[in-house]
Structure formats: structure tokens, C-alpha cells
């Protein structure tokens, strides 16, 4: 937490010497989203489009880009 944010990653991506993992961090209303191999990369999104997102990713909307 050298950034001074709290990041946090999801229990399915392992031990915490993992580096592959996305990385979720909420700063002042907004998410703040990185990949932990490549951190000084940051996307901001709002938490309604990250809400959006997730459903999409469980009802299967994403499925035909992996």
C-alpha cells in the first residue's frame, strides 16, 4: 500500500506473492481498478459501471473474448 490506497484482490487469485491479479481499490466515490503485475497503471470507474460490468461478466456477456 505504497500509494497510500487500499487495494484489494479477489480470494481467487491466490497467495499474496501471486502478481496475476486485478486489483479493486474504492477513492472517493469512485473505483480505482489495476492489474497487480503492472501497478502504476489505474483505471477510474464509477461503482454503477463496475456494477454493470460484473453482471455482464456473470450473465455471460464477455464469454465469446475468452
Known amino acids: 500500500m505504497t500509494d497510500g490506497i ?3 484482490k ?3 487469485s491466490g497467495a499474496d506473492n501471486n502478481q496475476s491479479c ?3 481499490a474504492p477513492v472517493d466515490g469512485q ?3 489495476r492489474e497487480s503485475d503492472d501497478p502504476d497503471v489505474v483505471v477510474t470507474t464509477s461503482v454503477t459501471k ?3 460490468f460484473v453482471l455482464g461478466v456473470k450473465a455471460g ?3 465469446h473474448l475468452i
Open 6 to 8: 487500499k487495494w484489494q
Open 22 to 24: 486485478v486489483e479493486l
Open 50 to 52: 463496475l456494477r454493470a
Open 61 to 63: 456477456e464477455f464469454d
Open 31 to 33: 473505483i480505482k481498478i
Open 10 to 12: 479477489s480470494s481467487f
